[in-house]
């Protein structure tokens, strides 16, 4: 064994011996204490780590409803996106579909165009039926006490059998989309009776 090789294990017993040094000094102020001390230093200790630990479940408390938050908002505004999505597709067909009823009915006037008119018909209702199930409905008007909130009154006429405020007749058709009004239903307004002169 050369000289180095035993100066090193040398060393390796003096560190093994003395240890510690923060851990040989607890070790003796330990042994200077009596049982009352060490049990209110370790009562001291206990306390501080309870006080981390409760630190330490409320900042992950706090984390996990912070990201439960986030969840939430998150699903939201994704919801809130497809809506206004929706919503804005469906308003760029309304015209569309006013189209559609316009030629229909003044297809039907025509005798000889029948069979047009009835496949025309059944592909205005697929293209309706298909946007109700989207939560497309249309504004029932006719008949109805005026709504400003549905309703955008064009002209009055004067009638003897429906009262004043009520619509007589739907010039252009309103619809919702569930509880949102895409397009006011455009209608004509019952006057009352004409007032005797």
């Given at each position: 064994?050369?000289?180095?090789?035993?100066?090193?294990?040398?060393?390796?017993?003096?560190?093994?011996?003395?240890?510690?040094?923060?851990?040989?000094?607890?070790?003796?102020?330990?042994?200077?204490?009596?049982?009352?001390?060490?049990?209110?230093?370790?009562?001291?200790?206990?306390?501080?780590?309870?006080?981390?630990?409760?630190?330490?479940?409320?900042?992950?408390?706090?984390?996990?409803?912070?990201?439960?938050?986030?969840?939430?908002?998150?699903?939201?505004?994704?919801?809130?996106?497809?809506?206004?999505?929706?919503?804005?597709?469906?308003?760029?067909?309304?015209?569309?579909?006013?189209s559609f009823k316009m030629g229909l009915a003044e297809a039907s006037k025509h005798e000889d165009a029948k069979t047009f008119?009835?496949?025309?018909?059944?592909?205005?209702?697929?293209?309706?039926?298909?946007?109700?199930?989207?939560?497309?409905?249309?504004?029932?008007?006719?008949?109805?006490?005026?709504?400003?909130?549905?309703?955008?009154?064009?002209?009055?006429?004067?009638?003897?059998?429906?009262?004043?405020?009520?619509?007589?007749?739907?010039?252009?058709?309103?619809?919702?989309?569930?509880?949102?009004?895409?397009?006011?239903?455009?209608?004509?307004?019952?006057?009352?009776?004409?007032?005797?002169?």
């Open positions: 064994m050369d000289d180095n090789t035993a100066k090193e294990e040398k060393e390796g017993n003096q560190e093994i011996n003395q240890g510690n040094p923060q851990e040989i000094s607890e070790e003796n102020s330990n042994d200077n204490l009596d049982d009352e001390q060490v049990k209110n230093r370790l009562e001291s200790k206990l306390a501080e780590a309870y006080g981390k630990q409760d630190d330490l479940q409320n900042k992950y408390l706090r984390v996990h409803a912070d990201l439960e938050n986030i969840k939430k908002r998150t699903i939201k505004e994704r919801e809130d996106a497809v809506q206004r999505t929706k919503s804005q597709i469906i308003s760029d067909l309304l015209p569309i579909i006013d008119v009835e496949g025309f018909a059944m592909a205005v209702n697929l293209m309706e039926t298909t946007l109700n199930e989207y939560g497309l409905h249309i504004v029932d008007s006719t008949n109805q006490v005026f709504d400003p909130k549905v309703h955008d009154a064009i002209s009055y006429e004067i009638s003897d059998t429906i009262d004043e405020g009520v619509v007589i007749t739907t010039i252009r058709e309103g619809y919702k989309l569930g509880e949102k009004l895409l397009r006011p239903a455009s209608v004509i307004l019952s006057k009352g009776k004409k007032e005797e002169e």
